[in-house]
């Protein structure tokens, strides 16, 4: 089966109906834009994702609920925290004595940040620094990325979101995330995913120029910074997911390919099998 015919039929069959945008939805997430008394990073401090701080986060706790069908009162992972762009809106959407949070990124200063100013309002919401080498974000990790092991236990959470975390990651070291959020997932639990997932037959549509590197399933868009914004072929997307141990529920293209869609990267939604808790 080719890529995109994997993607096809991903999209179109597999994939049950995105969740209605409810008068509380919008709500909330009009809150999270507008409210000043949320935490918000400086300016100056924002390390990663282009665009408005507020907005994105809004926008995302959106297709976390709609798309990905979070529900308040359960255990959510972030893998990529970042400087809390994810957090600080789930703060508004998780239930305070049921649902709970962790955070994980290599990058010191965002986690000090999220330590700091979002735990002692919000103490469900946990943040860890795992120090793994990247060539962009540290440099100097002491962790091997295709060695990861997050230091929790099977089943230990019901939503884990990497968003745009595929995207600066090789391959080999993508593979090793699946099957870490196959072992975390609990029965029914969702893996929200970002990519770039191309078909491997044209790349000229794109609004970024992809090239394949080398003979492998990676693609790069940024010669001096191959990680910066990095592609995946579908079908290893798929093909991997499968055998993590995850069900694939859809592949939706993004609007980075010029075409209209509600996100801009690729997005993945994939199942632990076995019945929710």
Sequence with gaps: MTATLALRQTTSEAAPAIGSMTPELAWLMAHVQTNRFLPHPPPDSIFVGDGDYRAIGAEFLGHFVRIGRLQPHERVFDIGCGIG????????????????????????????????????????????????????????????????????????????????????LPPEELVVYLHEAARLLAPGGRLFLTAFALDGQSTGQERLKFRRWGEGPGWYAIEEAPLA??????????????????????????????HSAAHYQDLLVAVKPGAQR
């Design 85 to 168: 762009r994810m957090a600080v809106p789930l703060t508004q959407y998780l239930d305070p004595e049921r649902g709970s949070y962790d955070g994980v990124d290599p990058v010191m200063d965002g986690i000090l940040w999220c330590a700091q100013t979002i735990s002692p309002a919000y103490p469900r919401f946990r943040f860890q620094r795992l120090d793994i080498a990247h060539p962009l974000y540290n440099p100097q990790g002491s962790l091997p990325g295709n060695e990861v092991r997050f230091g929790f236990a099977n089943q230990s959470f019901d939503f884990i979101t990497m968003t745009s975390v595929a995207t600066h």
């Design 229 to 258: 914004a990095a592609g995946i072929d579908a079908g290893f997307l798929l093909e991997h997911a499968t055998q993590a141990g995850l069900a694939v529920e859809r592949l939706d293209p993004g609007h980075w390919r010029g």
